[in-house]
């Protein structure tokens, strides 16, 4: 072929244009595989472990609700089944929050404390033969922020709350953009000049009858960090994220862990509800000035049709022990991810170190002809020094990396 694009030489050729087409696309292809590969343990560690903690937190809530509901149904039989209907809907509000729901702790904690408040008013405070009208238990909900049943307690409840599931929520959605940004550094879409290199590179020496002969090292780092230069850019806010996780992590342990807040909530209710007890007939006056005296319908309690065996037989295993086992499982997960800190950085000398270019001091392919060494100037990482790569034109930034470059700096902030 004469009219080649790329692969044109003095020498004879043996490669048409449709070959050198084909070819082109292979050198792509060649690349992404090789991309994928490198990345395909660091991907599997994120992705693995984000679904393991997703999980655990999963078997915290159910396991938080069972406490809860457990409490209501041995102390309290008489109102454990409207009570328990509340807890449901609060412990989905806490998986709703965790996993990526735009909704307040304040909000949900202060909406189970209002509409338990009917309940313990009809059941313990005030108990008579009927119970409360739905006007009465819709104006003691109202009320309940001002009439403070339960003293300090949803507000301690409150601060409990986003303590702990804030940064839980956050780790998680930190883990999936860290899987965001693989998958988008591994299906990057490559410039017309950097597939001409690519090409050149690897298939072109082909048309020569060459086909065992691998690129110099110094001519794989200039095409592959001119093909990579936006990922290069990454670099610094991967290195961000990681430290950023790792500062994280150390602020889901301990009093504030998340383990430690949710198996604690059965207690924090009982003492709530152990206040409004004691203090039964100060809030009866509070609620006769507010809402009237009762106004009662036909008593309708079923008794407790929470079934504790159920769940309980599963739960079993995830004792205090677990929250060691948790907290270790972070730690491991870290220490495994600092490994992959200078990830970015450093993959083209990955790619062309283990794949791509010929051993020290062998005979190696320079673009044109196969030589002893490559002769041009080496250029860095990153788009500023590629203004000298001679062998591959960088233009801009790929749109597409800076947008994961910013979501990056968006999950460092917050």
């Given at each position: 072929?004469?009219?080649?694009?790329?692969?044109?030489?003095?020498?004879?050729?043996?490669?048409?244009?449709?070959?050198?087409?084909?070819?082109?696309?292979?050198?792509?292809?060649?690349?992404?595989?090789?991309?994928?590969?490198?990345?395909?343990?660091l991907k599997f560690l994120i992705s693995r472990n984000a679904a393991a903690f997703q999980e655990t937190f999963e078997m915290l809530i159910r396991l938080a609700e069972n406490y809860t509901s457990t409490l209501f149904c041995n102390a309290y039989r008489t109102m454990a089944a409207e009570a328990t209907m509340h807890v449901q809907e609060f412990f989905t509000d806490v998986g709703l929050f965790l996993f990526g729901t735009d909704i307040s702790t304040e909000e949900f904690v202060n909406r189970f404390f209002d509409t338990l408040f009917p309940v313990v008013y009809n059941h313990v405070i005030n108990p008579g033969p009927t119970d409360i009208s739905l006007e009465y238990a819709e104006c003691l909900r109202v009320a309940r922020r001002d009439i403070k049943p339960f003293g300090n307690i949803p507000k301690n409840a409150?601060?409990?709350?986003?303590?702990?599931?804030?940064?839980?929520?956050?780790?998680?959605?930190?883990?999936?953009?860290?899987?965001?940004?693989?998958?988008?550094?591994?299906?990057?879409?490559?410039?017309?000049?950097?597939?001409?290199?690519?090409?050149?590179?690897?298939?072109?020496?082909?048309?020569?009858?060459?086909?065992?002969?691998?690129?110099?090292?110094?001519?794989?780092?200039?095409?592959?960090?001119?093909?990579?230069?936006?990922?290069?850019?990454?670099?610094?806010?991967?290195?961000?994220?990681?430290?950023?996780?790792?500062?994280?992590?150390?602020?889901?342990?301990?009093?504030?862990?998340?383990?430690?807040?949710?198996?604690?909530?059965?207690?924090?209710?009982?003492?709530?509800?152990?206040?409004?007890?004691?203090?039964?007939?100060?809030?009866?006056?509070?609620?006769?000035?507010?809402?009237?005296?009762?106004?009662?319908?036909?008593?309708?309690?079923?008794?407790?049709?929470?079934?504790?065996?159920?769940?309980?037989?599963?739960?079993?295993?995830?004792?205090?022990?677990?929250?060691?086992?948790?907290?270790?499982?972070?730690?491991?997960?870290?220490?495994?991810?600092?490994?992959?800190?200078?990830?970015?950085?450093?993959?083209?000398?990955?790619?062309?170190?283990?794949?791509?270019?010929?051993?020290?001091?062998?005979?190696?392919?320079?673009?044109?002809?196969?030589?002893?060494?490559?002769?041009?100037?080496?250029?860095?990482?990153?788009?500023?020094?590629?203004?000298?790569?001679?062998?591959?034109?960088?233009?801009?930034?790929?749109?597409?990396?800076?947008?994961?470059?910013?979501?990056?700096?968006?999950?460092?902030?917050?």
């Amino acid at each position: 072929g004469v009219d080649l694009q790329v692969c044109a030489s003095k020498n004879p050729t043996c490669c048409t244009r449709k070959m050198e087409e084909r070819y082109q696309t292979a050198a792509k292809q060649d690349i992404l595989q090789v991309l994928q590969t490198s990345s395909a343990a660091l991907k599997f560690l994120i992705s693995r472990n984000a679904a393991a903690f997703q999980e655990t937190f999963e078997m915290l809530i159910r396991l938080a609700e069972n406490y809860t509901s457990t409490l209501f149904c041995n102390a309290y039989r008489t109102m454990a089944a409207e009570a328990t209907m509340h807890v449901q809907e609060f412990f989905t509000d806490v998986g709703l929050f965790l996993f990526g729901t735009d909704i307040s702790t304040e909000e949900f904690v202060n909406r189970f404390f209002d509409t338990l408040f009917p309940v313990v008013y009809n059941h313990v405070i005030n108990p008579g033969p009927t119970d409360i009208s739905l006007e009465y238990a819709e104006c003691l909900r109202v009320a309940r922020r001002d009439i403070k049943p339960f003293g300090n307690i949803p507000k301690n409840a409150i601060g409990q709350m986003g303590r702990s599931l804030l940064p839980s929520r956050t780790f998680l959605q930190a883990l999936n953009l860290g899987i965001e940004v693989i998958n988008t550094t591994d299906h990057l879409r490559f410039s017309k000049a950097c597939s001409r290199a690519l090409l050149r590179m690897q298939y072109c020496p082909h048309c020569q009858g060459l086909t065992l002969s691998k690129p110099c090292m110094g001519y794989c780092l200039n095409t592959i960090r001119g093909c990579l230069a936006d990922v290069a850019e990454v670099d610094l806010h991967w290195r961000g994220y990681i430290q950023s996780l790792e500062e994280l992590s150390g602020a889901l342990s301990g009093a504030h862990s998340i383990e430690h807040v949710l198996l604690n909530f059965h207690s924090l209710v009982r003492d709530a509800l152990v206040q409004a007890r004691i203090n039964g007939p100060e809030l009866s006056e509070q609620v006769n000035k507010i809402c009237g005296p009762p106004v009662r319908k036909p008593k309708q309690s079923p008794g407790c049709s929470f079934d504790q065996n159920r769940d309980n037989q599963g739960l079993k295993t995830f004792s205090r022990d677990s929250e060691e086992a948790f907290a270790n499982r972070r730690k491991e997960f870290i220490s495994h991810l600092r490994l992959y800190r200078a990830f970015y950085g450093g993959l083209a000398d990955q790619l062309c170190g283990n794949e791509l270019a010929a051993a020290d001091g062998l005979p190696c392919w320079n673009g044109e002809d196969v030589v002893r060494s490559y002769t041009h100037r080496v250029v860095g990482s990153g788009i500023k020094a590629q203004s000298a790569n001679p062998e591959v034109q960088v233009k801009g930034t790929d749109p597409v990396i800076s947008q994961i470059i910013d979501k990056l700096k968006h999950v460092i902030q917050v």
